[in-house]
T-cell receptor, first 112, second 112 residues
Framework: ETGVTQSPTHLIKTRGQQVTLRCSSQSGHNTVSWYQQALGQGPQFIFQYYREEENGRGNFPPRFSGLQFPNYSSELNVNALELDDSALYLC???????????FGDGTRLSIL | QKEVEQNSGPLSVPEGAIASLNCTYSDRGSQSFFWYRQYSGKSPELIMSIYSNGDKEDGRFTAQLNKASQYVSLLIRDSQPSDSATYLCALRLNSGNTPLVFGKGTRLSVIA
């Protein structure tokens, strides 16, 4: 049990639609990171929030955006969905710098 | 050159044997290293973290780090069928609150 919960578990969308994925991390875990994991690949870093401010971003287009809230929850929003956005989306949190990140169970997103 | 390289496998070992999983990385500034286990359809689970050269043991698992050779490994002693999973090597490029960079993972199969 990592204390990181994600919703929904699975989601099916069509091209061009928008989606919001949610994550709730442990109290005191000020850093939350989002990753995309395509089939057969390692997780790829999307972006990271620290105390409600984005403080790092990977090589993803602006249609991937996020928010972090004071209650340690966060969102990943993806606009104009494309077929290649089909993946497992992972939220991870950590209590402080240099500490390991712990993952939620992920959201499996399928784009038709 | 990819930042984190792992042999994708599958690596097959008999039950009770030692499984050796290897990872090389390209950035000499990498500070902290992690091994995650991922069962099919599930999210990554932290097994080990290692920050300094040498060996670190936790139960049946031993992580080994050699920063001069840019090499990190995971040994699993007395391998069990339940150890069959994909093992992801991850690192942080700098100290502090930076995201993880993952390899593609090595698929391990322990044969009963």
């Amino acid at each position: 049990e990592t204390g990181v919960t994600q919703s929904p578990t699975h989601l099916i969308k069509t091209r061009g639609q928008q989606v919001t994925l949610r994550c709730s991390s442990q109290s005191g875990h000020n850093t939350v990171s989002w990753y995309q994991q395509a089939l057969g690949q390692g997780p790829q870093f999307i972006f990271q929030y620290y105390r409600e401010e984005e403080n790092g971003r990977g090589n993803f287009p602006p249609r991937f955006s996020g928010l972090q809230f004071p209650n340690y929850s966060s969102e990943l929003n993806v606009n104009a969905l494309e077929l290649d956005d089909s993946a497992l989306y992972l939220c991870a949190s950590s209590p402080g710098k240099d500490q390991p990140q712990h993952f939620g169970d992920g959201t499996r997103l399928s784009i038709l | 050159q990819k930042e984190v390289e792992q042999n994708s496998g599958p690596l097959s070992v008999p039950e009770g044997a030692i499984a050796s999983l290897n990872c090389t990385y390209s950035d000499r500034g990498s500070q902290s290293f992690f091994w995650y286990r991922q069962y099919s359809g599930k999210s990554p689970e932290l097994i080990m973290s290692i920050y300094s050269n040498g060996d670190k043991e936790d139960g049946r698992f031993t992580a080994q780090l050699n920063k001069a050779s840019q090499y990190v490994s995971l040994l699993i002693r007395d391998s069990q069928p339940s150890d069959s999973a994909t093992y992801l090597c991850a690192l942080r490029l700098n100290s502090g609150n930076t995201p993880l960079v993952f390899g593609k993972g090595t698929r391990l199969s322990v044969i009963a």
